[in-house]
């Protein structure tokens, strides 16, 4: 269907009409589709305060180069969603931690989801950001999202905490959560979804580099690098 492609400032020149691609589409849903109109841009890109040289992007892209999927990390140690704009989500004050990031932003394009069942196209995005996690020994995530994130993240095999009262927010009740990246909720996750290999489209080691390639033609597949 897809892998997970990690992008981040060592490699955004390589992936530069990927993440176009995918700020039109967080436009395409988040504005047009669920209704956001304050996140509204003329030239039809969402890009917010966030989008920074410090956030990693996780990347669903299909073997035709097509972006179908994708989601945000942000460290929580710089300015993030909860700190900057809803830290009256954690109760006991906002959490910040070298092992510990932001998760926004996560979305599969209509055509990949299905009705009135568990979507696996979604579930290769849950895969990919435990599986990065857990390479990168990212030890936890926390996440502002609708209340109903709380019994699907259990649902799939995670363990996420409440880190206070839902706030009620123009664009509908928001909460915030924290949860603990482990080998078992990524076994539980893939399980779930009937996932029973990396989704990552390449290795990545635990200092974030690719590995298998030395060059840059690393990042991608080789007709993306140039080569026929």
């Known amino acids: 269907m897809f892998q997970i492609h990690v992008v981040d400032r060592s490699n955004q020149s390589v992936y530069q009409k990927h993440l176009d691609d995918y700020f039109k589409i967080r436009h395409d849903i988040y504005v047009g589709e669920r209704g956001w109109h304050n996140l509204a841009r003329p030239d039809g890109r969402e890009i917010d305060t966030f989008d920074t040289q410090d956030a990693i992007y996780l990347l669903g ?3 035709e180069q097509n972006v179908v ?3 945000r990390l942000v460290p929580t140690t710089r300015p993030h969603l909860m700190s900057e704009v809803f830290p009256q989500l954690a109760h006991d004050g906002v959490h910040r931690d070298p092992g510990l990031y932001e998760w926004t932003r996560v979305f599969v394009v209509p055509a990949l989801r299905e009705a009135g069942r568990p979507s696996r196209a979604a579930g290769i995005v849950y895969c990919g950001i435990v599986e990065f996690c857990l390479l990168r020994k990212i030890g936890g995530l926390t996440i502002v999202c609708e209340p109903y994130w709380y019994d699907r993240l259990r649902t799939i095999g995670w363990a996420p905490q409440r880190l206070g009262s ?3 927010h123009k664009d509908g009740a928001i909460i915030g959560l924290s949860v603990t990246m482990t080998k078992r909720g990524l076994a539980r996750t893939r399980a779930f979804y ?3 290999q ?3 489209w390449q290795s990545v080691s635990s200092h974030g ?3 298998g390639r030395s060059s840059r033609q690393s ?4 007709r993306m690098a140039g080569q026929p």
């Open 166 to 168: 839902p706030l009620d």
């Open 194 to 196: 009937g996932v029973t």
């Open 219 to 222: 990042k991608l597949p080789a």
């Open 61 to 63: 892209i299909t073997r």
């Open 69 to 71: 999927a994708g989601s």
């Open 198 to 200: 990396s989704v990552l």
């Open 209 to 211: 580099q690719r590995t």
